[in-house]
């Protein structure tokens, strides 16, 4: 089952605060190639997992989606998500993203971003993805890079004045558990290496269309703490899309 760290009210207080919730996609570092690496949107019906404030769900729904169903652990999500929500062709239910049980067929573009990481086992709900796409139905997600999350304590090595140094990468192989702290409280991450990610897609019936490790957008990097962004990768996104190792 999914930590659920954004229903407590310091933690999502300042969850509100960063600059991708208060400027939504445009000041996400890695929107400008996740948009790429999303097929036509026009007419179909899209499943967002881990859907947060409803960015991508709003996106999907002014290029033209049939419907859009966002799925969020947090009730304290989806309340902003509605909030910010006029549309009638976007729903948001409440869930973790291991309990959808979709219908076969029931969808045309499956989007999540970076949630992947924060769960146990996802190789059940890639095959839940894949049975609930229509054939050839695209899967584009976004990960915390392996790279990233490999160390556990996600920060950087600094001198004796507080200059970083370097990313620290350790136990890359050692694929469990991590714990970080992230906007002042500690949470659960799960590591898993590039060939895990892009193996388990191939094995749950997957054919990879796309992988990119971005680099930040340009017009970002004179935010703080953005040209460190260039020393390492920081995220991984895939496009995959289903293909004949499970069918409906």
Request: proline letters at 4%.
């Given at each position: 089952m999914q930590e659920n760290r954004y229903d407590d009210t310091d933690f999502f207080d300042r969850y509100k605060q960063m600059a991708r919730s208060v400027g939504g996609l445009q000041?996400?570092?890695e929107w400008h190639e996740l948009r790429k690496m999303l097929p036509d949107l026009q007419g179909k019906r899209v499943l967002d997992?881990?859907?947060?404030?409803?960015?991508?769900?709003?996106?999907?729904?002014?290029?033209?989606?049939?419907?859009?169903?966002?799925?969020?652990?947090?009730?304290?999500?989806?309340?902003?998500?509605?909030?910010?929500?006029?549309?009638?062709?976007?729903?948001?239910?409440?869930?973790?993203?291991?309990?959808?049980?979709?219908?076969?067929?029931?969808?045309?573009?499956?989007?999540?971003?970076?949630?992947?990481?924060?769960?146990?086992?996802?190789?059940?709900?890639?095959?839940?993805?894949?049975?609930?796409?229509?054939?050839k139905g695209d899967f584009v997600f976004s990960v915390e890079h392996p790279i990233f999350t490999a160390?556990?304590?996600?920060?950087?090595?600094?001198?004796?004045?507080?200059?970083?140094?370097?990313?620290?990468?350790?136990?890359?192989?050692?694929?469990?558990?991590?714990?970080?702290?992230f906007l002042g409280l500690e949470v659960t991450k799960y590591h898993r290496t590039l060939t895990t990610y892009v193996n388990t897609l191939i094995q749950c019936g997957f054919e990879i269309t796309r992988l990119v490790e971005p680099k930040p957008a340009f017009d970002l990097m004179n935010e703080p703490g953005m040209k460190d962004e260039l020393r390492r990768p920081m995220m991984l996104l895939i496009a995959a899309r289903k293909g004949s190792i499970i069918d409906e």
């Amino acid at each position: 089952m999914q930590e659920n760290r954004y229903d407590d009210t310091d933690f999502f207080d300042r969850y509100k605060q960063m600059a991708r919730s208060v400027g939504g996609l445009q000041a996400a570092g890695e929107w400008h190639e996740l948009r790429k690496m999303l097929p036509d949107l026009q007419g179909k019906r899209v499943l967002d997992l881990g859907c947060g404030f409803g960015w991508h769900c709003r996106y999907a729904d002014e290029q033209g989606a049939q419907s859009v169903i966002g799925i969020d652990i947090s009730g304290k999500m989806l309340q902003e998500a509605r909030a910010r929500t006029t549309s009638s062709r976007i729903k948001y239910m409440q869930m973790p993203i291991e309990a959808i049980d979709f219908p076969a067929a029931s969808f045309d573009v499956v989007i999540s971003s970076l949630v992947f990481h924060y769960l146990d086992s996802f190789a059940d709900v890639y095959e839940k993805i894949n049975r609930c796409l229509v054939s050839k139905g695209d899967f584009v997600f976004s990960v915390e890079h392996p790279i990233f999350t490999a160390q556990g304590s996600q920060q950087w090595y600094y001198d004796e004045k507080g200059v970083p140094l370097h990313w620290p990468v350790d136990h890359y192989f050692a694929e469990k558990e991590r714990k970080a702290i992230f906007l002042g409280l500690e949470v659960t991450k799960y590591h898993r290496t590039l060939t895990t990610y892009v193996n388990t897609l191939i094995q749950c019936g997957f054919e990879i269309t796309r992988l990119v490790e971005p680099k930040p957008a340009f017009d970002l990097m004179n935010e703080p703490g953005m040209k460190d962004e260039l020393r390492r990768p920081m995220m991984l996104l895939i496009a995959a899309r289903k293909g004949s190792i499970i069918d409906e």
